[in-house]
């Protein structure tokens, strides 16, 4: 794969599915990465609402802060940051199903003067350095091919003492990304669902992160989080795999497939880590 161009074209095919398509398995925020289960009772719903506080609590809002989304996606994060923190938020992403599905949101939400979109990748937009108190990407450093430059441009949009908070699902270590990178259903991901994405290890990203001038402040392993996620995840398209059919003859037994490939090698080959880090200078 070469060109951003191409990037561009693969990484929308997922994510410009009928937004109705997400809706059947998701919770009710369209939040589409890991939650947060803080007990055995707790729903989807639930989980997801406690991973947005915690995201909050690791980025230190406190109310009103400016607050860029990287690969925003359904708007859950921007959305919940608007109404719950009273955040000025902007999310990005290059799906532009996802950018009329969180403005029509944002309205009934009465949070539109909060909530705004950019179409487009985030290593291509020109934004304001230092126009920005916290960042997030949450699952959407995996599609980004140049980890300097994504991390340099997220430090140079941070105000000093800004955070950026990063999660994503990582190879374990550098030799289970060597022996698991081509197999099938790694394959299977990429051409049938994302079309780019590369896992790397915790350390590409630690090392990217301190070589842009971050501090790292935390690390989190929400490995078992995300298990406990997709479950119910694949509960959802199972029920409602009639439904998901309609959009598209046999797209539940390929979404679920997906997911199971997904959580397959957590805890074996694969992780997935929260990092935190800071603009200490």
Known sequence: MSGAGAVTADTNQHYDLDPDIFGQFLDPLR???????????????????????FVAGRLGLT???RLLDIGCGWGSLILFMAQEYGCDTL?????????????????????????RTRVGHFEELDLAAGSMD????LGSIVHMPDLDEVFRRARAVLRRNGTLYVSESCFRNAAARKAFDERAGTEFVRSDIFGWGDLRPLSDLVTAAENAGFSIIAVDDLTDQY??????????????????????????????????VANAGW????????LTCRKAR
Do not use: C, F
Request: charged share 30%.
């Open 267 to 274: 805890g074996y080959t694969t992780k997935h880590y929260a």
């Open 134 to 137: 916290a960042v997030t990407m």
């Open 91 to 115: 999310g990005v992403s290059p799906a532009p199903r996802q950018h009329e599905y969180i403005a029509e949101q944002a309205e009934v939400r009465g949070v539109a003067a909060r909530v």
């Open 63 to 65: 109310g009103g802060e």
């Open 31 to 53: 939040k589409y990465s890991s939650g947060l289960y803080e007990s055995d009772t707790d729903t989807l719903e639930s989980a997801q609402r406690n991973k947005l506080r």
């Open 227 to 260: 298990r406990r996620t997709i479950e119910d995840w694949i509960g959802n398209v199972d029920a409602a795999a009639d439904r998901i059919d309609a959009h598209q003859p046999g797209l539940a037994a390929k979404l679920r497939h997906y997911l199971e």
